[in-house]
Every structure is written in C-alpha cells, then in structure tokens.
C-alpha cells in the first residue's frame, strides 16, 4: 500500500501531527481521528488532493452499492473512473500551482474508513517527494474527468443518487452568483 500527503511546500523534512481544524463526529471509542494527527491518502484516492490547498472541490464514482441505473448513467457521461468538479474561479489558479505529493511507509498509519484516509499520531519522515508540475495532466493521468461548473452549489442533487460523493473545502464554494469565498 502506498500512502501520500499533499503540500504546496517542498521543502518538508518530517511531518508533526496537527489538531484538526473541523473535528467529525465519532462513535464512542473511534475518537482517535480528531486527535492531533498526519493525514495520508492511498493510491486510488490520492487524485482527490491534486488540487491547491483551499480549492473546493466535489468528485463522484460509482461504488459497489451503487445501483444500476447511475452506474449506467454515471457510464454514459464519462469513461473516467471518477469525476472531479471546481469552479471557474479556480481554473486558472490550478493550472498555476504545482504541488507537491509526499510519500510515507504505511507503518503507523491507521485506516480512517474514510474514502482513503489514514492517520497516524506520531512524527513521519517522507520516504520520497514528487512535484506535480502539472496538476490536471496528473488528474487526466489518474483517469479522472475534470468538470468546470460555475458553482459547486449546482451539484447538490449528486447527493441524493447512489454514486459516491466526496467533497473537499465546500464550505468555500460559491454561494450565489457575484458573491464568493476569497481565494488565498
């Protein structure tokens, strides 16, 4: 298993773990992940973090409970294995920002259930950092589709198929037309 952390820093030694800044409710006894922690990402998931840090952004796939009917429509608009959505706003500064993508040996790293989380509580050192000059050539690499849509708000029936619906930094999406979150 190969696990990776994104960073627009490229000079990162060793990873400290951080407190969470929007902690998630936990079953009692399953409160670990909203301690201080290092987040990584598997393979399969890792293009979800292809993007600048505050860049919001929705992606959808088909899983195995997904029924018939959007596995086939979900085929019928891409041959992608998953779609990623952003804003127009956030094009440009995409195609401008080069990321980095460091690598840690999964020894430490506790499954998050969490669409490829894992965490772990201690101090890592990156066994390999690569920079992603080009982050949507990576994306198309990683077969997925990237859609430019308006406003991430547009999306909001994506929630009630049975299609797997990830969303990262949606709370900076725009909200109404002419009224958005700043960029950083």
Not at 21 to 44: K, V
Request: a neutral charge.
């Amino acid at each position: 298993m190969r696990l990776f952390h994104f960073s627009d820093r490229n000079d990162i030694e060793v990873f400290s773990p951080r407190p969470q800044t929007m902690p998630s409710p936990r079953s009692p006894g399953q409160e670990w992940p909203n301690e201080p922690l290092i987040s990584a990402i598997d393979d399969w998931h890792q293009p979800l973090y292809l993007f600048p840090r505050d860049c919001p952004r929705v992606f959808v796939w088909p899983v195995e409970t997904t029924s018939l009917e959007y596995r086939s429509a979900f085929k019928a608009m891409t041959s992608c294995r998953m779609v990623a959505h952003i804003e127009r706003r956030w094009l440009d500064k995409l195609s401008q920002s080069p990321i980095c993508r460091y690598e840690f040996a999964p020894d430490g790293f506790e499954c998050v259930d969490d669409a490829g989380m894992w965490a772990s509580r201690s101090p890592c050192m990156p066994i390999d950092m690569v920079r992603i000059e080009d982050p949507e050539k990576a994306l198309e690499a990683a077969g997925v589709e990237l859609r430019v849509v308006p406003s991430l708000t547009t999306l909001a029936p994506l929630w009630d198929t049975s299609l797997h619906v990830c969303s990262i930094r949606f709370r900076r999406r725009s909200r109404l037309p002419g009224r958005v979150a700043p960029l950083r």
